[in-house]
């Protein structure tokens, strides 16, 4: 079946190079599984071609990508988009010699989120910092590189001039369209980065919703 793609969509795809690294998400029964590729190139819009991942200490990909699997592709466009970009295809074919490689199908549509809180800023997700909730002191910052475990802080030198201290507690505030999401976080090193005190981030986060932002933020299919 040809692909319904808006011409938008392929200009956004075809803005991913060749040889770049981008992750995929397997969809699999029990959970969704994340692992690192290389995207290889496109024949058209007939198929992709992907570097087959190589297994892991936890993951073992031998069994789990073969023909028909359903995985998620995401990779970052810096320049002149800022975004964040998604899309679902479908494994047509492994390879294994003379290069591990998949072959896909071509996608029927990519989810774009736009990164930059202004232009030419550094890619993340903006928020508020509360660092003292009885004085209700906060200021804004940037969350980027963010996992399951932590993320870095992004502060800017003229937002704060005191430098937050190891191990104090802090929340993070991120608005979303139906609510604030409050994410209480432990700091565990500062550095300096350009203009910015760069924070070390490790998550304190029993109700899951890392997760949610994750999900929101890193757009899943």
Do not use: W
Request: net charge negative; aromatic share 6%.
């Amino acid at each position: 079946m040809k692909t319904t793609i808006s011409s938008a969509d392929i200009n956004a795809l075809l803005c991913l190079l060749p040889n770049t690294e981008a992750d995929m998400q397997v969809i699999a029964q029990s959970e969704p599984v994340r692992l690192k590729t290389t995207y290889f190139g496109t024949d058209g819009e007939e198929c992709l071609f992907f570097r087959y991942p190589s297994s892991t200490e936890s993951v073992n990909t031998t069994l789990l990508i073969e023909a028909d699997s359903q995985i998620i592709i995401r990779y970052v466009l810096d320049e002149p988009f800022g975004e964040v970009v998604a899309f679902k295809v479908r494994v047509l074919k492994v390879i294994h010699t003379p290069i591990p490689m998949l072959i896909t199908s071509f996608p029927n549509a990519l989810q774009k989120l736009g990164l930059r809180a202004q232009k030419r800023a550094i890619l993340g997700v903006p928020v508020d910092v509360v660092l003292d909730e009885q004085d209700n002191k906060e200021v804004e910052g940037l969350i980027v590189d963010v996992s399951m475990k932590g993320c870095k802080l992004l502060i800017p030198f003229k937002t704060v001039l005191q430098v937050i201290e190891n191990e104090e507690t802090i929340t993070l505030c991120v608005e979303m369209s139906e609510r604030t999401m409050l994410l209480n976080a432990n700091v565990k090193n500062c550095q300096i980065e350009k203009s910015y005190h760069a924070y070390g981030i490790q998550f304190d986060d029993p109700d899951n919703q890392l997760e949610r932002l994750l999900e929101r933020y890193m757009i899943t299919l």
